[in-house]
């Protein structure tokens, strides 16, 4: 196999699956207990969940650090890097890249920025498109071209247990946290394509409820019958993700899955028991 015509570096907002081409190096997000601080890759998902058991102060997370991303330009060994964030409507570490490119200097690799618009799993199918692209050495603009195929066509939708962790991190008002934890109403969130920020698409009485609405709300969007590949994502329970493709698979025929658990930083916000899925139709855009 030739060398990769250029580099691909990512975030933190990544959740990798072991059969896509997601092992890039990454600027890590950091989970922060008050004024302890861990990078995500120093805290495992099962010691955030007993800290989040146990532990008084909740956590918050914070983005990439431009010397963070510019040690993963920098990790990426290639003259040209293609650094793909995490939505600017969602994070801040978009702009840290920005200022990580300006820091990269007359002798560093030129560096081409791309805002995923999304994050997690669907981020790891833009990453595989442009990992894919830098091996059969294409250009990084067919890699982005290929990026936004892929973005247009994957959903990223997800559900919680429970809304106290979104509450705690400001992510949803006191209000709406409240009154969905009266009616027991389990959310189910996607990514809005458009403004690349959370939109609540459904809810559903019970947490075995929401699976079955997301799942399908995937159906609905795809079509009975349609041929699917499925990012599964889960929290401390990996049946749940079983459950959701189990599911799927009733309506659909399934041409790629895997399910990877939630990372740390991300765990943050949606606590402990929660289910997310990328899905898109068929083959990838450059296999037809």
Known sequence: MTAPSFGVVTDGGL???????????????????G???????????????RQLASNPTHPTSAQPTPQDWLSAMQAAGTPEVLAVTTSAGLSGSHNSADQ????????GPRVILHDSGTLSAAQAFQIHAA????????????????????????????????????????RIGRVQATLGGLLNLKPV??????????????????YRGAIQALTEQVTRRFREGTPLRVGLLYGNHPEDADA????????H???WSDRTGVNPVLSVHVGPRALGLAAAPGAWPWER
Do not use: C
């Open 15 to 33: 959740d990798a699956y072991a059969t896509l081409h997601n092992a890039v190096p990454v600027a890590p997000f950091a989970v922060n207990f």
């Open 100 to 107: 990580a490119r300006q820091l990269t200097g007359p002798g």
């Open 131 to 170: 990992v894919t692209a830098a091996r059969q050495g294409r250009s990084t603009e067919q890699a982005r071209e290929w990026m936004r195929a892929v973005h247009e066509e994957t959903e990223l939708y997800f559900t919680i247990e429970t809304l106290e962790y979104l509450r705690r991190g400001g």
């Open 253 to 255: 025929p399934i041409v």
């Open 189 to 206: 969130i996607t990514v809005d394509k458009a403004a690349g920020t959370y939109v609540n698409v459904g809810r559903a009485r019970s």
């Open 35 to 49: 004024s302890t601080s861990y990078r995500m890759t120093e805290i495992s998902r099962e010691d955030l969940y």
């Open 244 to 251: 959701a493709l189990e599911q799927l698979a009733g309506r």
